[in-house]
Every structure is written in structure tokens, then in C-alpha cells.
């Protein structure tokens, strides 16, 4: 739009309106104009957060997924949590035996 277009543009309004009302007119055009730009920003910024949230349950779900493929092994000499280990069992009679019972039940505790 050009400076001319724009001139005949304000001398059509001053003329339909008069120039009494031209100002009230603007000024509820700027009020719309500023109520658009917004509810536009608000928008794209919803957009933005949705998108971002998308990237990031996508990486979340890649990272679940490689973990679950290459499980971590556990250091060397270490015993693997996968196969916990038995405690021995329960001998019959002697003193040792209560003890080794009552170090290992964790079903009473």
C-alpha cells in the first residue's frame, strides 16, 4: 500500500464519518489490532509449548527405548541385580543355624 492509497484511504473515512468520530474510530481499531496481535501471540506461543512438549516426550521415549535394548552391564566383580542372590539354606541343628535364619528372613521384619 502506498502513501497515496493511504491518503485517499483518510480522506474517504474523514468524509464518511466526519471529523468528530475519525478519532473514536482509530482508537477502537488500534484497541482491535492490539487485541488480535494478542491473542495471535498467545496462540503461537500454545503452538510453540505443544511442540516443545512433543520434541521431549519423543526424546524421553528414544532415550526408554535404547536403555531397554543396550541394558547397562554391571561392573566387573559386582553381582547383577537382575539375579538376586539366595541366601544359603537353613541347616538342621546347631547354634550356627539360628543365626544364619535370623540374619536372612526379612519376612518377619
Not at 29 to 41: D, V
Amino acid at each position: 500500500m502506498s502513501f497515496a492509497d493511504t491518503v485517499v484511504l483518510f480522506v474517504l473515512a474523514l468524509l464518511l464519518f466526519g471529523p468528530k468520530k475519525l478519532p473514536m474510530i482509530a482508537k477502537q481499531i488500534g484497541k482491535a489490532l492490539n487485541e488480535f496481535k494478542r491473542a495471535s501471540n498467545e496462540f503461537k506461543s500454545q503452538i510453540e509449548a505443544e511442540i516443545s512438549q512433543l520434541e521431549y516426550d519423543e526424546r524421553r521415549k528414544k532415550y526408554e527405548e535404547e536403555r531397554k535394548i543396550l541394558p547397562s552391564a554391571p561392573p566387573a566383580g559386582t553381582v547383577s541385580s537382575a539375579e538376586p542372590e539366595l541366601p544359603p539354606p537353613p541347616q538342621e541343628g546347631g547354634p550356627a543355624s539360628s543365626s544364619v535364619n535370623a540374619a536372612h528372613d526379612t519376612t518377619n521384619a
